[in-house]
């Protein structure tokens, strides 16, 4: 029998190995926060920075092609400033952008205080800053990659491509790409754990907001396509390195097999890309109209429709490899079936601004622009789907001009109208909406300048990837047009990042809800406080806080509700005073450093892939086996601190 001869402590003792880091505010809390919305401020501040750097890399490759013959850079060279190019804008902006809205927004939209898991979510973000530090670090260590942003083997994968292909740069390439698809996969759970759990009361999933939605569709594309790219790369990693002949066909592997693994993935990564873009236009639209989303289920099920049928449209990517009549039919048409649901969505915001009190801001203007040129990117894309015109056109620059109208149009357009939309809701202040409107005609006609010639020199001929050509094509005058044009889209780019410095410290405070918003992020202060919402909010419609504000006459007009309705500035400030007060006692996830440990131990499994050198797991291993371990005995949150 025995005896207690001392009070038994409430819980065991922890063996925490490093003191658990306490601060959430300063610089070093960066390091460790676990915060959703800081997280995201890290995405989009990470992805910005790559966006000025893959922009440099695209202004290279048109001063390149500015004139025949050009001599700025080498073939060698050229190569990997398309593929570094390409490999950046998709995975290094592309993605982390939308994980940077989705991180900030899914929780205040669907009332939540945080994510589900928001150590994985810090991991995350930490996974992919590294592995876009480690595919640049090939720049110093052997060679960037230069296969091309699909890596097409066996270009990549032969060890006889080392001519071709020399140093380390396919390696590198593989290695990221794995390393940047755990980072996209852990912000995908997340997403989806948090949409399908942490809904405030009554918040069902029609009442969801529209680009919550989108995100939802684009976590389960995530998680579904990130595991297929990522075979594909190890099959090419064991080609290169093990003598493994996967896609070797002069030992009977076979290439197409990587082009039906990578496009079967690189199709849905292209919406990927371009729904949250989608959803956020359909946040933006309404507001600045002043009418509610034209046929909100149908905008939802059409991007649901979007998610399935992106995987049923792969192989229009392989037109020209002779897969047959009938497969090429049949992608033919499934290709051109996805066009209805893209259109019907156009057709609805077309409907929301129709007939609306439309204001016409920054944010506005950049939705609009987002309608105009992803029509005109959806235009050429079923010209793409006509099998024989495809045949024509694959592989020149009327490609090139395609995704670009898509992705640039679709995104970029997307992404800095909801960066002029919830900066206020971010960063507490307003963006200068005169320097916004210049950014934008700027950034529109820059676009236009630098992709639509680029439809006409394909049709012409101009073959994308094309390193250099010979006057007398007629390709001259319409390559300076497109560099031109690339500059004024990089003059665009320099003046919001003036205007992101300059509001800093001069821009109008903003109040919580300055653009009069319909969903919850606007009913709480800006930007808002730790744990977003003081009290959980309780839904009873689609676009709450909408109907808190408004109801409606008998006639059917609106009238504003003079209480428990839009908060102006003098309230919103009791607000925030209120929000302190009640903010005690609710207890948030404590900072943590492991999350970061182990995300620093990936990279150095990279190396060791890329030299074939063991000694690189040694560090790897143990930082992401120590850190994985403490990781697991930390409680999430830490007894007695402030939150
Ligand atoms: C400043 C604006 C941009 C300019 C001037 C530009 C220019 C170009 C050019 C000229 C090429 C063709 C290179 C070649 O085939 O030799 C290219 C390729 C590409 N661009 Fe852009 N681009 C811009 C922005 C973007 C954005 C925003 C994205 C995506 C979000 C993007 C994604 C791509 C991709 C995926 C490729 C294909 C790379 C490859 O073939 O491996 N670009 N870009
Ligand atoms: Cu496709």
């Known amino acids: 029998m025995s005896t207690f001869t001392e009070t038994a402590p409430l819980a065991p003792p922890r063996p925490l190995i490093l003191r658990r880091p306490k601060s959430t505010t300063g610089f070093s809390s960066w390091f460790t926060t676990v915060d959703h919305k800081k997280i995201a401020i890290m995405y989009g501040g990470t992805a910005l920075a790559f966006f000025v750097v893959g922009g440099i890399e695209a202004l290279l490759i ?31 902006v592309g993605m982390p952008l939308a994980v940077a809205f989705g991180n900030y927004f899914i929780p205040l939209q669907i009332g939540a205080r945080d994510v589900a898991f928001p150590r994985l979510n810090m991991f995350g973000y930490w996974v992919v800053l590294f592995g876009g530090l480690f595919i640049y670090s090939g720049f110093l260590f052997g060679g960037a990659p230069n296969g091309g942003w699909f890596g097409y083997a066996p270009l990549t994968s032969s060890p006889l491509s080392t001519g071709t292909l020399p140093g380390h740069g396919p390696d590198f390439w593989v290695a990221g790409i794995v390393l940047l698809g755990i980072g996209s996969t852990s912000a995908a759970i997340n997403f989806i754990v948090t949409v399908l759990n942490m809904r405030a009361p009554g918040m069902t999933l029609m009442r969801m907001p529209v680009f919550t939605w989108m995100m939802l569709v684009v976590a389960f594309l995530t998680l579904f396509a ?53 959803g956020i236009v359909s946040e933006v639209l ?72 439309v204001k ?116 001259d005058m319409l390559n300076l047009l497109e560099t031109i044009g690339a500059f004024v889209i990089a003059l665009a780019t320099l003046l919001f990042l003036v205007n992101v410095i300059y509001t800093a410290r001069r821009g109008p405070i903003a109040s919580s809800d300055p653009w009069d918003g319909r969903s919850l992020e606007w009913s709480i202060s800006s930007p808002p406080p730790e744990y977003n919402f003081a009290d959980v909010p ?47 006692g609710i207890h948030m996830p404590s900072p943590s450093f492991y999350p970061l440990v182990v995300a620093a131990g990936l990279p150095f499994l990279g190396y060791a892939a890329v030299f074939l050198n063991p000694w690189f797991l040694v560090p790897g291993l143990v930082l992401i086996l120590f850190g994985v371990y403490a990781w697991g005995l930390e409680p999430g949150t830490e007894p007695g601190t402030e939150h």
């Open 62 to 92: 048109r001063l390149q092609l500015a004139g025949p013959n050009g001599t700025v850079l080498t073939a060698s060279q050229y190569n990997t400033m398309f593929t570094m190019h390409g490999t950046t804008m998709v995975f290094l």
């Open 226 to 278: 990130m595991p297929i790219v990522t075979s594909a790369m190890i099959m090419v990693f064991f080609d290169r390195n093990f003598d493994t002949t996967f896609f070797l066909a002069s030992q009977g592997g076979d290439p197409l097999l990587y082009q039906h693994l990578f496009w079967l993935f690189g199709h849905p990564e292209v919406y990927i890309l371009i729904l949250p873009g989608m």
């Open 286 to 357: 309404p507001v600045y109209s002043r009418k509610p989303l034209f046929g909100y289920s149908v905008v939802v099920f059409s991007g649901i429709a979007i998610g399935f049928l992106g995987w049923g449209v792969w192989a229009h990517h392989m037109f020209a490899t002779g897969l047959g009549p009938v497969a090429i039919s049949a992608f033919g048409l499934s290709t051109m079936l996805i066009a209805i649901p893209t259109g019907v969505k156009i057709f609805n915001w077309l409907g929301t601004v129709y007939g609306g009190a």
């Open 360 to 475: 016409l801001t920054t944010a506005m203007l950049f939705s609009l622009g987002f309608i105009a040129m992803f029509t005109l990117g959806g235009l050429s894309g079923v010209l793409h789907s006509i099998v024989p015109s495809d045949t024509q056109q694959t592989d020149t620059y009327f490609v090139v001009a395609h995704f670009h109208y898509v992705l640039f149009g679709g995104l970029i357009f997307g992404v800095f109208s909801g960066f002029f939309y919830w900066w206020p809701k971010i960063f507490g202040r307003m963006l200068d909406e005169r320097m916004g409107k210049l950014t934008f005609w700027a950034m529109l006609i820059g676009f236009n300048l630098t992709f639509f010639p680029m439809h006409i020199v394909g049709l012409v001929g101009m073959p994308r990837r094309t390193y250099t050509y010979e006057p007398g094509y007629g390709w």
């Open 538 to 584: 309780r839904v009873e419609a689609r676009d709450d806080w909408w109907h808190r504000k408004y109801t409606e006459d008998a006639d059917g007009r609106l009238v504003h509700l003079p209480a428990g309705g839009a908060v102006d500035d003098a309230e919103a400030e009791v607000a925030i005073v209120d929000d302190a007060h009640a903010g005690h």
